[in-house]
T-cell receptor, first 120, second 117 residues
Framework: GAVVSQHPSWVICKSGTSVKIECRSL??????MFWYRQFPKQSLMLMAT?????????EQGVEKDKFLINHASLTLSTLTVTSAHPEDSSFYIC????????????????FGPGTRLTVT | AQKITQTQPGMFVQEKEAVTLDCTYD???????LFWYKQPSSGEMIFLIY??????QNATEGRYSLNFQKARKSANLVISASQLGDSAMYFC??????????????FGQGTELSVKP
């Protein structure tokens, strides 16, 4: 159980276009999902926390108008990179926290397989 | 200030030997959790082991153990009997306010482990 999928797994787009990445929790509901960005050989940097039915909380330095996050249901969050530029090329990873979990839990956050975005 | 520090960008280990990956952290929150993840070249994040700040004993999961030294704020990962499949990036992460659902994971810089045959 506790599977998170991402679609697409990789995408190439032209500079100036927008691209949408989906994150789905397949066998559980997730009130909260997280979006990370990772450059090659670097750490995961949290971009935003996505909460179902409310606005996402963005980390400092992340442009909310450029990285649009929509968490419309308990199993789906989307990240749209608007007007993409080559510097947006990166590996984007989502994770999901099962609804109703509280307290300590070593498995409280499940990661998707990631989406590799290349902007030409 | 860096909250999670991994000082070893890369490590080599001989197959079947043990290896320790270092991780130090900084927090003033008494309730926190420490995680280790493995990221192979495919990119997926694989959960390895978890240690809660109130846990009295070091966590163990198969060949993985976490050497938790609270006073020194360190949470080193020990992999025993290394296997070729252990070659990957390893990330230490911390979640503050572990009893608060809003807490987020903060990752260290990562250590690239290479296992030699």
């Amino acid at each position: 159980g506790a599977v998170v999928s991402q679609h697409p797994s990789w995408v190439i787009c032209k500079s100036g276009t927008s691209v949408k990445i989906e994150c789905r929790s397949l066998d559980f509901q997730a009130t909260t999902m997280f979006w990370y960005r990772q450059f090659p050989k670097q750490s995961l940097m949290l971009m935003a926390t996505s909460n179902e039915g409310s606005k996402a909380t963005y980390e400092q330095g992340v442009e909310k108008d450029k990285f649009l996050i929509n968490h419309a249901s308990l199993t789906l969050s989307t990240l749209t990179v608007t007007s993409a530029h080559p510097e947006d090329s990166s590996f984007y990873i989502c994770s999901a926290r099962p609804s109703g979990t509280s307290g300590e839990s070593s498995y409280e956050q499940y990661f998707g397989p990631g989406t590799r975005l290349t902007v030409t | 200030a860096q909250k999670i520090t991994q000082t070893q960008p890369g490590m080599f280990v001989q197959e079947k030997e043990a290896v320790t990956l270092d991780c130090t952290y900084d927090t003033s929150d008494p309730s926190y959790g420490l995680f280790w993840y493995k990221q192979p070249s495919s990119g997926e994040m694989i959960f390895l082991i978890y240690q809660g700040s109130y846990d009295q004993q070091n966590a163990t999961e198969g060949r993985y153990s976490l050497n938790f030294q609270k006073a020194r704020k360190s949470a080193n990962l020990v992999i025993s009997a290394s296997q070729l499949g252990d070659s990957a990036m390893y990330f230490c992460a911390m979640r503050e306010a572990i009893y608060n659902q809003g807490g987020k994971l903060i990752f260290g810089q990562g250590t690239e482990l290479s296992v030699k045959p």
